[in-house]
């Protein structure tokens, strides 16, 4: 059963930084790609970065110089590393796998900016 379980998140001031992460486990997490995705109180669910198997890395262009993904293929983890943060950041964050075919995503994570 695949699970995923994100930490990491709270609360900011503009320019801080956080760094989420998210276990993975149920699956050879090495084998597949990783995504964040974030979805902020009235808005729909969107992109925010992703990095394959092979550690190609892509982002969002809201995020780009800002955000960086990794992973660590030892602990089952992917990262978000979020720096120079903006209100409009404030969101939950979500970590995303497909495997199989099917959707699976983590309970997500709080990130509130505000000063």
């Known amino acids: 059963q695949v699970q995923l379980v994100e930490s990491g998140g709270g609360l900011v001031q503009p320019g801080g930084s956080l760094r989420l992460s998210c276990v993975a486990s149920?699956?050879?997490?090495?084998?597949?790609?990783m995504r964040w995705f974030r979805q902020a109180p009235g808005k729909e669910r969107e992109w925010v970065a992703g990095?394959?198997?092979?550690?190609?890395?892509s982002y969002a262009g809201f995020v780009k110089g800002r955000f960086t993904i990794s992973r660590d293929n030892d602990k089952n983890t992917v990262y978000l590393q979020m720096n120079s943060l903006k209100p409009e950041d404030t969101a939950v964050y979500y970590c995303?796998?497909?495997?199989?075919?099917?959707?699976?995503w983590g309970q997500g994570t709080q990130v509130t900016v505000s000063s």
């Open positions: 995303k796998a497909v495997v199989d075919n099917n959707d699976n």
């Open positions: 990095i394959t198997a092979g550690q190609v890395r």
């Open positions: 149920g699956f050879t997490f090495s084998s597949y790609s």
